[in-house]
C-alpha cells in the first residue's frame, strides 16, 4: 500500500512540476487560440467551427478549447481547464488580449473615419464592378492553371492578379469571397513603413534622424536611426521564434504595451551591421510615429486619412493592443482587392488616381537591400535583389505575411498579385507560371 501511495504521489509531483514548467506556454498558446479566434469571428465574419477546424486547427494551438460570446463580442480560450485567456474587440481597433479584469472596460479612443465607399467608380480607385478586360497577349488557360495549382493542399484562401490596373484572375477558397476581410499578419509592416513615407514626403519626420528614444539617450542605443529601425538594422537584441516561448510571443500575446518591448532591449551588434528580423522593430516604430503627433487621436486617424482610406481601402481594420497603439508588426485585416489596392499604390511609385502620397524616391528606398541581410530585405519590404525567386524579376518585391500571406508588385510586368493562405507555397513556380502567362 505504502509502495502505490508512493507512487501516486511521485505521479502527482510530477504533473504538478509539468504543469509549473508549461504553464507560460499555456498562457501564450491560449492567448494566441483567443486573439485569433475573436478576430477570425469578428472581423473575419467566419463561423467558431469554422475558426476551430481552419484558423486554430494546428499543434499545440489545437489543443484549447474556444468559445464566443456574440453578444458581447468576446472569445475566450481554455487550455485543459487549467487556464483561460479572454479576447475582446474595442470598436475600430479589433480584438485585443485583456490581462486582467478592468481591461473589458477600459476606455479608449478610437480611429475617426472618413469611409467614402463609392460604388459607381470601377475598381481599383472605386469600389464598383471591375471592368471585363480581355488583353490578347495573355495565355488565359495557363494564368488560371497557376493560380489553380496552389489552391488545395496548398490551403491558399485567396489569389488575385492585377494587370495594368485590371483584374486579370480572382479565385477564392470555400468560405471566402471578395467581401472577406483575411489577417495579413506581418504584411502590417508594409503598411506602417508606409506611412513614414508619407510623413516624409509632407516634410514632418527625417528617417536619418537619431530615433527618439529617451531611454537610449545615456548609452550607444542613441547612435540608432530611424532609418536602422525601418532596415532591421539596428543591432538590438531580438529573437523572433515563434516555435517557443519568445521575445515575439511574449510581446503578442503578454503585453500590454507592445512599442516597448524592443526599446528595452540591449545592443548585441552595430548600427548598421547587423541585420536581424524583428517584429518588436516594427511596434517601436509605431511608438514613434505615435510621438510625432500632437495627441494620440490624431496618430489613430493618420493612417486611415492619408494612406488606408484616402486609396479607398475601407475594408481595413488595424488592431491595437491594450495602450492603444496599433500592432505594426502583425494585425492589418483587409479584402483580398483592397490588399490589391495596396500594391498598386506602390507600383504607381506612391501616386494614386493622380494624387502622390509618397514619391519614387520612398520606393526605390524601401527596396534597397539593408546591409547584412544578403540582400533580401528593404525597409519592412522584402526583396528578390538576389535572384532568391530565380525565375523572378530582380526587382520584384513584396509584403510578406505568417503562413505565406503575400502582395507581390512586379514594375517590370506591370503585375500585383495577392496570396492568401494558411500554409507556404512554391512562390518561384507561382509567379514564374503567371509571368509567362503574360508574354
Known amino acids: 500500500m505504502k509502495i502505490v501511495k508512493r507512487i501516486l504521489l511521485l505521479t502527482v509531483a510530477i504533473l504538478l512540476l509539468t504543469l509549473i ?19 477570425s469571428v469578428f472581423l473575419g465574419e467566419r463561423s467558431l467551427s469554422f475558426t476551430d477546424t481552419t484558423d ?9 478549447t474556444n468559445a464566443i460570446d456574440k453578444q458581447k463580442k468576446t472569445a475566450s480560450s481554455s487550455v485543459f481547464g487549467l487556464l483561460t485567456r479572454k479576447s475582446i474587440i474595442r470598436e475600430g481597433l479589433g480584438s485585443v488580449l485583456t490581462l486582467d479584469k478592468k481591461d473589458e472596460k477600459s476606455n479608449y479612443k478610437t480611429p475617426k473615419r472618413r469611409k467614402i465607399v463609392n ?18 497577349s495573355i495565355d488565359y488557360k495557363k494564368l488560371n492553371e497557376t493560380v489553380n495549382s496552389i489552391f488545395g493542399v496548398r490551403k491558399t484562401r485567396a489569389v488575385l492578379v492585377l494587370y495594368k490596373d485590371r483584374i486579370i484572375a480572382e479565385k477564392y477558397s470555400e468560405g471566402f469571397t471578395k467581401n472577406s476581410r483575411i489577417l495579413g499578419w506581418s504584411m502590417t509592416k508594409s503598411i506602417m513603413s508606409t506611412v513614414f513615407g508619407i510623413l516624409e514626403h509632407q516634410q514632418k519626420i527625417n528617417i ?39 521575445d515575439a510571443t511574449k510581446m503578442l500575446f503578454l503585453e500590454r504595451d507592445m512599442t516597448k518591448v524592443q526599446e528595452e532591449k540591449p545592443l548585441i551588434g ?12 516594427s511596434n517601436l516604430l509605431s511608438g514613434i510615429l505615435r510621438d510625432q503627433f500632437k495627441n494620440h487621436q490624431s496618430y489613430l486617424d493618420f493612417w486611415y486619412a492619408y494612406l488606408i482610406d484616402k486609396i479607398g481601402m475601407n475594408s481595413m481594420i488595424l488592431e491595437s493592443d491594450l495602450a492603444g497603439n496599433y500592432v505594426a508588426s502583425s494585425y492589418a485585416w483587409a479584402t483580398t482587392r483592397d490588399w490589391g489596392k495596396f500594391g498598386l499604390l506602390y507600383l504607381h511609385n506612391g501616386a494614386w488616381n493622380g494624387e502622390e502620397l509618397f514619391t519614387k524616391e520612398w520606393v526605390d528606398y524601401v527596396t534597397t537591400p539593408t546591409p547584412t541581410s544578403n ?7 522584402w526583396l528578390n535583389t538576389e535572384k532568391q525567386l530565380k525565375d523572378v524579376s530582380q526587382n520584384m518585391y513584396f509584403a510578406d505575411g505568417y503562413q505565406g500571406q503575400r502582395v507581390y508588385i512586379l514594375p517590370d510586368e506591370d503585375l500585383v498579385i495577392v496570396r492568401f493562405g494558411l500554409s507556404w507555397f512554391e512562390e518561384n513556380e507561382f509567379l514564374k507560371g503567371i509571368i509567362q502567362s503574360i508574354q
Do not use: C
Open 375 to 381: 540582400g533580401s530585405y528593404g525597409a519592412q519590404f
Open 56 to 64: 486554430n486547427n494546428f499543434s499545440p494551438v489545437n489543443l484549447a
Open 21 to 39: 514548467i508549461n504553464y507560460p506556454k499555456l498562457n501564450i498558446l491560449a492567448g494566441y487560440s483567443a486573439k485569433n479566434t475573436a478576430s
Open 208 to 246: 536619418q534622424d537619431k530615433a527618439p528614444v529617451e531611454s537610449w539617450q545615456n548609452d550607444a542605443r542613441k547612435e540608432i536611426t530611424i532609418h536602422n529601425l525601418l532596415q532591421m538594422n539596428s543591432g538590438l537584441e531580438w529573437d523572433e521564434n515563434y516555435d517557443e516561448i519568445s
Open 119 to 136: 460604388d459607381t467608380i470601377p475598381y481599383p480607385y472605386g469600389n464598383g464592378s471591375h471592368k471585363d478586360s480581355v488583353f490578347e
Open 270 to 281: 552595430k548600427p548598421n551591421e547587423t541585420w536581424n528580423y524583428s517584429s518588436g522593430t
